[in-house]
């Protein structure tokens, strides 16, 4: 399995930025995604996650209305759309594939951490105030 994240990088509040992740070494397409960032100092925060179909996307109450996730099951790569940044959106953010067990459901914390099977490296998003 393997998660690689690019497109991180320096913007201006209330820019946009894409991330994306190249997915590979399983099945892609019938996995649910999430992306989930962490800030220097603080835990993981999850974002945004959408099913396999890519017909149904959860967002954190922190991102909603900014930012939206898709995906290309056909290249195998999961996107971020990043909409009118804010400094508080600095982090490093991760891909991360959702164990096929879990049900992926509307929460306001997103899957559990040890509901993941794997975390890409992550790609670094700085918005400077």
């Known amino acids: 399995v393997q998660l690689v994240e690019s497109g991180g990088g320096m913007v201006q509040s209330g820019g946009s930025l894409r991330l994306s992740c190249a997915a590979s070494?399983?099945?892609?397409?019938?996995?649910?995604m999430s992306w989930v960032r962490q800030a220097p100092g603080k835990g993981p925060e999850w974002v945004s996650s959408?099913?396999?179909?890519?017909?149904?996307?959860y967002y954190s109450d922190s991102v909603k209305g900014r930012f939206i996730i898709t995906r290309d099951n056909a290249e195998n790569i999961l996107y971020l759309h990043m909409n009118n940044v804010k400094p508080e959106d600095t982090a490093l953010y991760h891909c991360?594939?959702?164990?096929?067990?879990?049900?992926?459901?509307?929460?306001?914390?997103?899957?559990?951490?040890?509901?993941?099977?794997?975390w890409g490296p992550g790609t670094q998003v700085t918005v400077p105030s």
């Open positions: 991360a594939n959702i164990d096929p067990g879990v049900e992926l459901i509307e929460s306001q914390w997103g899957p559990r951490l040890d509901e993941y099977e794997r």
């Open positions: 070494g399983f099945p892609f397409s019938v996995y649910d």
């Open positions: 959408i099913n396999a179909g890519g017909g149904t996307t």
